[in-house]
């Protein structure tokens, strides 16, 4: 298993309040993590790199390669969870860090196996011979709207109200998360990302760039100069995990 990873401002942002850490928990499983801060110039890097370093700080403190699936979930969901009430206590501290937030979306990957979580509009993908999948659904209001048939998805992408979501990290003193299992096989690929990228990437050309990129390496910069390319307004952050 190898990993790479990639954060950037982006074309327009002044500041990244992207974060992201890879972490090899052991010989055969690594954790990890994206978060895309939201909350302004003072807090939004905070409220990211915080939720970064709190969530794998526990998941670092609660590891033992013998857990089973069962403790993976629950702590898992407990890191989401302290990181939650983390970044909600700074929120209510200190004033310039009032209403911060961020998304999370993460991946720990332990032999053929793949356990994903997530909070926001952050997400994971697989990629393999078979396509792109997106693994994640987006707690967001355009999710919400094309579930109900307001919107389609092609519609989705240029919606006023697309960066508007339903779930962050540290807005609430209480956050729910969602989690996923998969299967993974030799050759697999998962993509952890920010909307940065998936904003200005359809599914089928951030195929094409993982699976025929030449060098993997640098697959996660190809997909940010794209990104800037096409002018990038937000923060463009990506993990690639080559199974």
Known sequence: MQSWGLSDQGCVRQQNQDAYQIVQLDRNSQLCVVCDGMGGAKSGNIASSLAVDVFTQEVRR????????????????????????TVFDQSQQFEEFDGMGTTLVSALVRSRHAT??????????????????????DHSLVQMMIERGELTPERA???????????????????????????????????????????????????FEVVHGVNRQFCCQRLLDIAKNRGAPDNVTSILIMI
């Open 62 to 85: 609660c590891w033992t390669p013998s857990m089973d699936q069962q403790k993976i979930d629950q702590m898992l969901r407990s890191a989401v969870k302290l990181a939650n009430f």
């Open 116 to 137: 994903i979580i997530n909070v926001g509009d952050s997400r994971a993908y697989l990629i393999n011979k078979d396509g792109i999948r997106q693994v994640t659904t």
């Open 157 to 207: 992408r240029t919606y006023p109200g697309k960066n508007f979501i339903t779930r962050a990290i540290g807005t609430e003193p209480m956050v729910e998360c969602d989690l996923f299992h998969l299967e993974v096989a030799k050759g697999d690929f998962l993509l952890l990302c920010s909307d940065g990228l998936s904003n200005m990437m359809d599914d089928q050309e951030i195929l």
